[in-house]
């Protein structure tokens, strides 16, 4: 009786090795010719549930694993993404710096040019008032 108690106030968190000893002890009972066939039963429905509870819990801290790699996987992709952003905003700064010298330049060039025409009319003036002071009558 005090055996069947055990088996009825079994819980969820019980050890497997107690249940194996319950098994042996039923066992020995049935060698003395007791009826033990619905404990054993019992007992052996609650070790394959513990041995399922046991790869189940397996199976959870797996899927546990997987997600945390997961879960550093996208972390680090999150921060690759805000290394490129802050580099695209780094990039579009040069391109806006670089932009103002080229206009500066172009602005410069334009000047220049204007410089080079003014002084090429004036060269050329000096020129013409050689050749007409050369080809003068005397």
Known sequence: CGLLE????????????????????????????????????????????????VKRLEELNDEEKKMTEEVNK??????????IERKILELRSQETELK?????????IAKMQLCV????KKIQDVEVEFQMIVSAPW
């Open 6 to 53: 055990r088996v009825e106030n079994l819980q969820l968190h019980t050890p497997k090795s107690t249940l194996e000893r319950l098994k042996e002890c039923f066992a020995e009972l049935d060698k003395h010719g007791f009826d033990v066939i619905t404990p054993i039963s019992r007992i052996e429905m609650l070790l394959s549930l513990k041995d399922k509870q």
């Open 74 to 83: 996208k972390e680090k992709v999150e921060e690759d993404l805000r290394d």
């Open 100 to 108: 103002e010298k080229k206009d500066a330049s172009e602005k410069e």
């Open 117 to 120: 025409s003014t002084l090429d």
